[in-house]
């Protein structure tokens, strides 16, 4: 990855990070959505996280922390028409920005549901035409699997970037443990939960971009 990283948490720079990305966010028409929540214990469940892509800088925001933040800072970008907001799987993502912010986000643009109509459309070959490597698989047979199957992110990943092993193991985390953070020193397995997150906005924005 060559863009930059922010992570948004709570302390005393947390307004003023929020500022600078609502700045930057609003100089942009293309920027890429995930959330991370949690229900276990719970009813309804939780959104630990909230994930936001562009070409220059991720961000990731705590909103266990920060949940009043986000419901104000966020809703005129993601209620908005003027960002295209990129999204991998969205239906639990939407279905939560209302519940837990009173966000009923716009203009957003379903990557999983793209595959699957470009594969049912039998344009499939002419988007792998655009990678720098052929796929391991014939496209022939990418073309049948995914015309009738939602692809998961993992696989979209591992096909446009075969470098790239995105573990989706992290996905079962718990993502409401929090642990203060000493000198701004991030612990080891809290950095394992944010590249995860980092990912599932990254590779969305960065293909759209392509």
Known sequence: MTNDFKFITEGQTAH????????????????????????????????????????????????????????????????GTEQLKVVF???????????????????????QIFFRKVAQKNLLQHLISLLPH????????LQVKYSSQMVGYEVFVRLFYP?????????????????????DVIPPHILELLKYSRDDVHYCCEFLCF
């Open 16 to 79: 003023r990070d929020l500022n600078y990305m609502m700045a930057h966010l609003s100089q942009k028409r293309i920027i890429s959505l995930d959330l991370e929540f949690n229900n276990d214990h719970s009813y309804e469940g939780i959104t630990c996280l909230v994930q936001i892509g562009t070409q220059q800088v991720d961000y990731i925001i705590d909103s266990l922390y920060l949940h009043e933040s986000v419901m104000t800072t966020l809703k005129s970008v993601l209620e």
């Open 134 to 141: 052929p796929p391991a698989e014939a496209v022939s047979d």
């Open 89 to 111: 799987g969205a239906a639990n993502d939407i279905k939560n920005l209302k519940r837990d912010f009173f966000i009923h986000a716009n203009k957003m643009f379903d990557l």
């Open 163 to 183: 470098d790239v092993i995105i573990d989706k193991r992290v996905q079962l985390a718990d993502f409401r443990i929090r642990k203060a953070l000493e000198d």
